[in-house]
Every structure is written in structure tokens, then in C-alpha cells.
């Protein structure tokens, strides 16, 4: 499978939209080096994301429950992809500054192909071992927003750059190892999507997770 890339999903106007209220609801997350909002205490709870919840579960603001539509949209554009109904397993929003980079890495295994995310200190739970399946909606785009950060695949040699509005879908296997490169000015803004087959998810805590 390749990576599939869906142009303009929404417009400029509702990402912007999007970004005041996800800003107003980020909070900095040490390990990963960004602002970030959304993060779930289980795939459980964050498969229940819809417009009747809220992107953020219990906040009924008029765009949280918009965005809580939209995920429900992406999941379903992501289900006609690959095959399977699904369940949101998490959903983080990122705001990268200047300086921040992800190396090369697959969301589903380490490159070395073993498991991401043994017991370890989360225990006995591990996200990684319910989710399959990726998207990336950006909201805001790199040569105007800001400077680097592309996103670049080595298996397809595919270094797409960043659009607001832009869906990206694709399998989290090795195939579609990716990274993100060094943002080298201004602020890189996206939504970050995990899907598992519909009822893999589990109501184990874990901690917010970052992308």
C-alpha cells in the first residue's frame, strides 16, 4: 500500500478555526518538545469521539463538537482506504516549533521490527499493540506558516509538503516508515490520528501520546 493524500478536506478558514481553539486547549509536553492537546486515557475513550462527545470529550463548544464530526468523517475516508471499519484509538494535536524534527521511525514497530511499547512502565497495556493505521491532518502549510518540515517517506521516496487542510493516510508497518523533518522556522500545526480495527481498544491507561 501506498501513502494516500487527500487535497483541501477542509479550507484554510476552518483550519484557522481549529488552531485558535486547539492553542487554547494545548499544553506543553516535556518529553516530545511540543504543544500538544487532545490525548486520550485509553484507545477505549477516544473511540468514542464523535459529534455527540466532542473532539475533547465533555467540552460541547461549537467546534469541539465540529472537530468531533470531522474525526468521524477522516475515520470513516480512512475505513473506504483500508478495508476495515475502525475505532479511533487516539487523536493528538501538535504544534512544532523551530528546531523540532522526528527521526526516521513507523508508528506500529520498531524499525528493527519488534514490538513498540512493551509492558514498561505503562504496564501491561500498550497502545501500539491495538492501533494499525495512520492519518495526519495539517493546518497550516510549510513556505508560508513555516519553514522546513516536510514529511518524508524512504519506501516510495515521497517528500510531501505540509498543506492546510491536507489528509494523510497509511498503514503504520515498516513499509511506511517516515519522518518528519527539522522545522526551520515557524510553527508546524497538524492533527494526529491512530486507528485500530473496530473493537481492538481497551479501556488500559496510558499516557498522552505525541507524534
Known amino acids: 500500500m501506498s ?3 487527500i487535497k483541501n478536506l477542509i479550507s484554510s478558514e476552518e483550519c484557522l478555526s481549529y488552531i485558535e481553539f ?4 494545548s499544553f506543553f509536553n516535556d518529553k516530545a518538545g511540543i504543544y500538544n492537546a487532545l490525548g486520550y486515557p485509553s484507545s477505549l475513550e477516544a473511540s468514542k469521539v464523535s ?6 470529550i465533555g467540552d460541547m463548544s461549537p467546534l469541539s463538537v465540529s472537530l468531533g464530526a470531522l474525526f468521524t468523517e477522516i475515520k470513516t475516508k480512512a475505513e473506504q482506504l483500508f478495508g476495515h471499519e475502525l475505532d479511533l484509538g487516539n487523536a493528538t494535536y501538535q504544534s512544532c516549533p523551530e528546531g523540532f524534527s522526528n ?5 506500529i ?4 521490527g519488534t514490538p513498540i511499547g512493551d509492558a514498561g512502565i505503562w504496564g501491561e497495556w500498550s497502545l501500539w499493540d491495538e492501533v494499525e493505521w495512520s492519518g495526519l491532518l495539517y493546518l497550516n502549510t510549510k513556505g508560508v506558516d513555516f519553514e522546513g518540515g516536510s514529511l518524508f517517506f524512504e519506501e516510495f521516496d515521497l517528500d510531501y509538503s505540509p498543506e492546510a487542510g491536507d489528509l494523510v493516510l497509511f498503514n503504520g508497518d ?4 517516515h519522518e518528519v523533518r527539522e522545522i526551520l522556522g515557524g510553527v508546524r500545526k497538524n492533527l494526529v490520528f491512530f486507528w485500530a480495527k473496530k473493537g481492538n481498544v481497551s479501556d488500559g491507561s496510558g499516557p498522552s501520546w505525541t507524534k
Open 103 to 107: 527521526p526516521m521511525h513507523a508508528d
Open 174 to 177: 515498516l513499509e511506511h516508515r
Open 22 to 25: 486547539l492553542d487554547s486547549n
Open 51 to 56: 459529534e455527540k462527545t466532542g473532539a475533547i
Open 3 to 5: 501513502v494516500k493524500i
Open 109 to 112: 514497530v520498531n524499525l528493527d
